[in-house]
């Protein structure tokens, strides 16, 4: 007789993302919406085999080709910055949103959640595969990813209500900024000089770009090209 399969137990279990849920709401997050598209999403799909016991512990995990998924803190905070946007409260939630940099689709499939239309680009092809693989099962019908350069962001999706990037570099490409709708909101992180990375808010208001300097982030370089 087989041995009878334990259902609701380890990490396909909710329980285990609501205890990840509850840690997010407990270091200060407090949007029901980030909250709900946190417990959804399955972090374990995302992250290799040999680390998937570590996969809702708060940490930053590689992701191959010196890449990482990043901490759920830091993906919920960015989230919860994105919905605080005023057009994001105007509208009821986001519209369309660009991510730079799709590395394992992790956060692409957390946007999909909140957002009404995600566009994620991602330059290294084999991350851009692994994310297309790791998204597939979700059927998130909302996301499309996309092979490019980040830096130039993607054009043809243009405007957009929020633009949130894993990846940092000395200053923000003029080309998001162009990109982003009036009442949009980018969030990204930024070095400072000296090399601290921080977390960057450009909010686009009609009188121009207006900016805000978290707390200190720590990111994978942003770079240009295909590879």
Request: charged share 15%.
């Amino acid at each position: 007789m087989p041995a009878a399969t334990a259902v609701g137990v380890g990490l396909d279990s909710a329980a285990v993302r609501n205890r990840m849920v509850q840690k997010l709401a407990a270091g200060g997050i407090t949007s029901p919406a980030v909250l709900q598209a946190m417990a959804t999403v399955e972090r374990h799909r995302f992250v290799d085999s040999g680390l998937v016991n570590q996969a809702y512990e708060d940490t930053s995990l590689p992701i191959g080709l010196g890449q990482t998924i990043s901490k759920p803190s830091v993906v919920a905070r960015m989230c919860e910055l994105l919905l605080s946007a005023e057009s994001a409260r105007a509208g009821g939630g986001l519209a369309r949103v660009l991510e730079i940099g799709t590395g394992c689709g992790y956060q692409a499939a957390v946007l999909g959640q909140l957002a009404r239309e995600v566009y994620t680009i991602e330059r290294l092809r084999g991350l851009h595969d692994k994310a297309r693989d790791n998204l597939r099962p979700f059927r998130l019908a909302n996301v499309h990813l996309m092979l490019g350069d980040g830096m130039l962001g993607y054009a043809k999706g243009a405007p957009y209500a929020a633009i949130i990037a894993a990846a940092g570099g000395d200053a923000v490409p003029q080309e998001w900024c162009d990109q982003l709708a009036v009442g949009g909101r980018l969030v990204a992180p930024m070095a400072l000089t000296g090399g601290q990375q921080v977390l960057l808010v450009i909010d686009k208001t009609p009188h121009g770009l207006k900016q805000s300097v978290l707390e200190p982030v720590h990111f994978v370089p942003l770079k240009s090209g295909i590879a």
